[in-house]
């Protein structure tokens, strides 16, 4: 990478052979001047944005989101194009700069999580409010500076609309104090991403020309629990699969019938249970063959965290960790197996003295660099298999009733999304992440995420060096109820994207 130079007047420290100053840039204070100028217009957008319904599955929402956002990246000077998909529309924003030093291409997605309002105890899903502690906060009472620990609740106000609303904000502050900017940009808002995006890679290879650019940046996801900024090198796949344990034909009074017939709700968490041992660790064979080990970069780069367990064990309330040998950010880089959902008889008022006739569980399976969603899938029908089960793709008809005492049926969980996995230590990867650790010398470079996102449709599909961005508070609720933005990240988030539109190589 050539030499980062830029006037900043800080003290300049030495990272990885390349010249780094402590302190932003003049255009990102000018930024932030304008931002403290003008934040209740800031919050307001996003406030109008979040009350706008954006689940996945009501195709109308989906349709008055795009609409929305393509007016609000036109007023900043962007052309709009809409990519019709099977789905939702990807919106393509598109602004070019005079003798452009390359093209930055940054993805962002518009759709939000399912959610029951009746769950929601602070505002409703799109309704947002601001609480300032267990207040309500009443943005129109006065004009002096937000409190950076002001929240603002409401769906997919961090998941991922926060994020659009800051980037919006930081060409809107850089456009008003006059700074240039020198790459040419192209914004990519995915409408499915919270059902696994199923269009959007074949969306953007058959648009490749429209987003090929020198380096993409994937902005979704948490900060670090740390509250440090934070970039990411890949970012776990993820499949599953649906088994259903097959009793009776039907529901039997468990008092007449229990101890005569299987009870497929015992027969399905004792399987489940098979698939991991008392360390924790997954039973399944040849799960984690062939995982590509961690570079010495990457690993250096954990090293280098803010080590947050305890932390999280006490926010969590546990007692210890599942690997308490190892540290969290270590444990994103292996594949998981966990339970996502069971489900047999009732409970509660509606309980029933019965031996239910099927029992359901839901697994899923995170992936890491090396793995693949068919292989994994293959690796755990097998397991199945080897637990004495015989495996049926449908409802078993009654010749297999009579003579199969052990069956399941396995279906493979659709919309999850492949593994991806950039390079840390490419060039235009490095310059972006120098850009925001020059900010203030704080940065959390992360080797994977936990979490599943279309990162590989950047880096392995349109073969673009590619980041992930982090901007929103680790603990925002994102696919839960009271979801949460608070605004310090937000005014750090315009920081952030005036400091890589303005970077220089």
Known sequence: M???????????????????????SPAVVKVREWRAAHERQIVAELMQLVALPNIASSKADIIKNADMLTGMFEQRGFTVARVQTPGSPVLIARRDAANAAGTLTFYMHYDGQPTEAKDWTIGQPFAPVAMLGQTRFDLASSSAALNPDLRLYGRAVADDKGPIVAFLAAMDGLAATGAIVPWSLRIVLDGEEEAGSPNFTAAMTANAAAVRADLAVVVDSPRHPSGLPTVFYGSRGVTGAEITIYGATGDLHSGNYGNFVTDPAMALTKLIASMKDEAGNVTVKGFYDGVVPLTASERRAIDEIPNVD???????????????????????????????????????????NAVSGAATGRVEMRLVNGLNEKTQYERLVAHVRDQGYFIVTGPPDAATRR????????????????????????????????????????????????????FSTFDDDLKLPTIGLAVVNFDNNQH????????????????????????TR
């Open 2 to 24: 050539k030499r980062i130079v830029q006037a900043w007047s800080a003290v300049m420290v030495v990272f990885g052979g390349v010249v780094l100053l402590a302190a932003p």
């Open 310 to 352: 305890q932390k999280l064990l006490e926010q969590f309330g546990l007692a210890r960790a599942e690997h308490p040998e190892s540290r969290i950010e270590l444990q994103h880089n292996r594949p998981t197996l966990t339970v996502a959902g069971l489900q047999s008889g009732t409970v509660g008022i509606n309980a029933r």
């Open 403 to 454: 003579t199969q005492p052990k069956i399941a049926r396995i279906t493979q969980s659709g919309g999850g999304f492949p593994i991806g996995k950039g390079n840390m230590d490419d060039p235009a990867t490095v310059m972006a992440a120098n850009a925001i650790r020059a900010l203030d010398q704080r940065l959390v470079q992360m080797p994977t995420i936990g979490g599943s996102m279309p």
């Open 480 to 503: 839960a109820i009271n979801e949460n933005l608070r605004v310090g990240h937000l005014w750090e988030a315009i920081d952030i994207f005036a400091a890589l539109v303005t970077m």
